[in-house]
């Protein structure tokens, strides 16, 4: 069965810092990957994914996912973080013929101003 | 262009009470899957439906939940005789049914069983 570990619980940090959101998952073949984020009082809503080609995908509001294969994993990543990116972020992924995602158990970042 | 709606937002139970719980998903949108996310925890697979085809319900924790759409429309999640450990936020999600098509959250039902 597939299955997805986040493993920052909680991240915090100040205006402009950069952010790295860690992210594996274990499943041999093929994935569909996906970050999803939650702000505060809003409903789940998609960040970026990724599904084949350049491993290196763009989403909205600045943000960037490497997908490595060889690591099973798909980090998050943003060069300057603002106050509102404060949210919890959410790695899943959709395995083999699987139509299911699988979530990881999210990670709050909070960022101060 | 309405998003995925779910009602109630809120619903406080007695122990042992049946609750009922409905999602509509977007129109056009084949697949609708049901999620549980307890406090602190990350989001728990219940059930999926894609079209008319049997749907999946390999996640649904015990025979008191159970869920029915009908057609590509509205579905329902029912948990009878809820327990404490139902406590939880309940999400619908929606999507156009193919491997790599997104998921459209509503905002969830957080059920409060005291």
Sequence with gaps: AQSVSQHNHHVILSEAASLELGCNYSYGGTVNLFWYVQYPGQHLQLLLKYFSGDPLVKGIKGFEAEFIKSKFSFNLRKPSVQWSDTAEYFCAVNAGSARQLTFGSGTQLTVLP | ?114
């Design chain 2, 1 to 114: 262009g309405a998003g995925v709606s779910q009602s109630p937002s809120n619903k406080v139970t007695e122990k042992g009470k049946d609750v009922e719980l409905r999602c509509d998903p977007i129109s056009g949108h084949t697949a609708l899957y049901w999620y549980r996310q307890r406090l602190g925890q990350g989001l728990e697979f219940l059930i999926y439906f894609q079209g008319n085809s049997a749907p999946d319900k390999s996640g649904l924790p015990s025979d008191r939940f159970s869920a029915e759409r009908t057609g590509e429309s509205v579905s329902t999640l029912t948990i009878q005789r809820t327990q404490q450990e139902d406590s939880a936020v309940y999400l619908c999600a929606s999507s156009l049914g193919s491997g790599n098509s997104p998921l459209h959250f509503g905002n969830g039902t957080r059920l409060t069983v005291t």
